[in-house]
């Protein structure tokens, strides 16, 4: 049975999004069918297409009361819109649908697990959010609450640990049959840690144990929670909040860790080996993950940062929210790579080739401009013995606009910087990176789409992502040496 809440939120939402014109989205990148889309939720495969369920507040392109909107692929770069799947119509989570979870359950049908929200005023008078965790289960369009829920609340948890902080469910199955479940809380320390719970059938949930503890190490409360084995290591993803930087990783704030390490399956234990940020760059963040029919392990991220939520193509848009590019993960040398999705490879065309170019001062080249466009890009001093110093391509430019990636040799530092873009607002415009160069050489692939731009560095050893709601007019590429750099240049057209 659909709620009149559903039901309503369904009805509008068709309406306004039909008023949205394609051109107005990005090209190839999930946006919000209309009104505000934060994280990803219950990425998965189901009868034969790929799921994305996000975090959504129709009404209006601000953060409101969480519903889960919903979309298919056949290929995770175009997107067909389904009805909202979720709304906040119990008494368990009248105060928001918060991010969750999806798997495939024996029978066929379609396990949701997501976060129920109820506000709840406290004796000092300030409002605080229960939260706890809650099931639904449908058939890919349709999806009904389960009457038990919710299936885990504060009498689940040990103790010392928080009612408020409660959030985000992330179910697997074990080799062995049992279900399991990652869900962010935060002890009476105030730092953040992930609960594993058990099941032996999706629907009754008991604790097992602390699976990973912060320990005050990466921020506090650690969101958005996945677990995944790769290339004979296991990965564990998180967002903490609240990060403090270490050297050039983890500038964010609220960002994104990636901690690799070995599990043990008989004892749930998860040793850690070594930790990186995920994105260095300025629009990621809760990231969730699949392995496809053929084997590899995606990743789709929510592509804003929540300290840049006021930069936005006008203050009167009915859409505001986009994902990242689906990424293909690796692991080498206890590092995550990543590399946009292979797929992306058939929405190529107009390709144009420049070899060998000399850059010292501005230049421009023929067909190199756009803003839907991959381009590979390698530099190189012209003169080991003179390095360059300083390297920058310019993009989304016109006279007026322009965001730039800039390379400083002598620091093997890479800058992402959109202060130039249009915004009106003071608000978090560059991120830096350390990068690997040897003798000034870097790699770069750069995919834009209309609204971002995500570049992939040596061939995915570190990613950096950024928003920019530049006018479409301003397509202009131009790439700057202060001194004299060597360039080979790949650019094609994304359609």
């Known amino acids: 049975m659909i709620s009149q809440t559903l039901r309503e939120a369904r009805k509008y939402e068709e309406a306004l999004g039909k008023l949205i014109k394609s051109e107005e989205r990005p090209s190839f990148h999930l946006s919000v069918r209309t009104g505000w889309m934060n994280d990803p939720n219950g990425f998965s495969y189901y009868k034969g297409e790929y799921h994305m369920f996000y975090q959504y507040y129709p009404y209006d392109s601000q953060w409101g009361p969480m519903h889960w909107g919903h979309a298919v692929s056949k290929d995770l770069l175009h997107w067909e819109y389904l009805p909202a799947a979720l709304a906040p119509d119990e008494f368990y989570d009248r105060d928001g649908c918060f991010s969750g979870s999806a798997m495939e359950l024996p029978d066929g049908r379609q396990l949701l697990m997501y976060t129920g929200v109820v506000r709840e005023r406290q004796k000092n008078g300030g409002i605080c959010e229960v939260q706890t965790q809650c099931i639904a289960v ?23 640990c928080s009612r408020f902080d409660f959030r985000d469910p992330k179910l697997w199955k074990k080799k062995d049959g049992t279900y399991c479940c990652l869900v962010g809380n935060r002890p009476a320390d105030g730092s953040g840690h992930l609960l594993l719970f058990t099941s032996p059938n999706g629907f009754q949930w008991n604790y097992k144990k602390v699976f990973c503890a912060n320990h005050h ?43 690799i390490g070995d599990y043990d399956e008989i004892t749930d234990s998860f040793a850690e080996e070594c930790n990186q940020s995920i994105d260095y760059g300025i629009d990621f963040y809760a990231p969730q993950t699949i392995l496809t029919p053929d084997g590899r392990r995606v990743m789709i991220g929510w592509m804003q940062n929540w300290d840049t939520c006021s930069l936005r193509i006008s203050d009167h848009t009915s859409w505001y929210g986009q994902m990242s590019l689906p990424r293909e993960l690796s692991v080498k040398n206890g590092r995550l790579y990543q590399a946009p999705l292979r797929e992306l490879l058939n929405l190529r065309k107009n390709k144009t080739v420049h070899k060998n170019v000399s850059v010292s001062g501005v230049v421009r080249l023929d067909g190199v401009n756009g803003r839907k466009v991959d381009m590979q890009l390698t530099i190189c001093p012209k003169d080991k013995e003179t390095m360059y110093r300083k390297f920058a391509v310019r993009f989304a430019q016109n006279e007026e606009f322009y965001t730039s990636l800039s390379f400083r040799p002598s620091e093997s530092i890479l800058k992402i910087d959109r202060k130039f873009s249009g915004s009106r607002r003071a608000i978090i415009h560059q991120r830096r990176s350390m990068v690997n160069s040897k003798n000034g050489e870097i790699k770069l692939r750069m995919i834009l789409d209309r609204f971002s731009v995500e570049v992939f560095v040596n061939d995915g050893e570190q990613v950096m992502t950024a928003t920019m709601y530049t006018e479409q007019e301003a397509d202009g590429i131009s790439f700057f040496a202060d001194g004299e750099a060597v360039i080979d240049v790949e650019k094609y057209d994304l359609d």
């Open 217 to 259: 190490r990466f921020g506090l409360m650690w969101e958005c929670p996945d677990f995944f084995e790769l290339d004979g290591k296991w990965v564990l993803l998180t967002s903490p909040q609240d990060m403090r930087p270490q050297g050039f990783e983890y500038h964010n704030g609220n960002g994104t860790l990636c901690l």
């Open 138 to 160: 449908g058939d890919g369009m349709d999806y009904e609450k389960y009457e038990k829920n919710p299936v885990l609340d504060e009498t689940d948890l040990p103790e010392g």
